[in-house]
């Protein structure tokens, strides 16, 4: 039906870069909000970036200047560029599209499988 799959994590040195990748696949009629969430070991979800269907994005602030998200809405694809990486950083990242089926009616949340991003001091 639907899948997101991700791809980019990774081992990094504090203040190096990474780049992740979300891309969906399956039927649907169109996808609205895409967003990186990340888990910490041991702590809860989080929200780390969200981009609108027109490309409005917010940023949580301990982010903000050092991430960017984006999307490719033909490949139905989000990214998230992430610069300047801090040990606090580390975690399981996740993506999240909220996907319109073909049917008609509200949006579902879909979620990728995470992937692992870990900075190192």
């Known amino acids: 039906q639907v899948q997101l799959v991700e791809s980019g994590g990774g081992l990094v040195q504090a203040g190096g870069s990474l780049g992740l990748s979300c891309s969906a696949s399956g039927s649907f009629f169109s996808i609205n909000n895409m967003a990186w969430y990340r888990q910490p070991p041991a702590k809860q979800r989080e929200l780390v970036a969200l981009?609108?269907?027109?490309?409005?994005?917010n940023y949580a602030g301990s982010v903000k200047g050092r991430f960017t998200i984006s999307r490719d809405n033909d490949k139905n694809t989000v990214y998230l560029q992430m610069n300047s990486l801090k040990p606090e950083d580390t975690g399981v990242y996740y993506c999240?599209?909220?996907?319109?089926?073909?049917?008609?009616?509200?949006?579902?949340?879909?979620w990728g499988q995470g992937t692992q991003v870990t900075v190192s001091s």
């Open positions: 981009i609108s269907n027109g490309g409005s994005t």
């Open positions: 999240l599209a909220n996907i319109i089926p073909n049917y008609g009616g509200g949006s579902y949340a879909y």
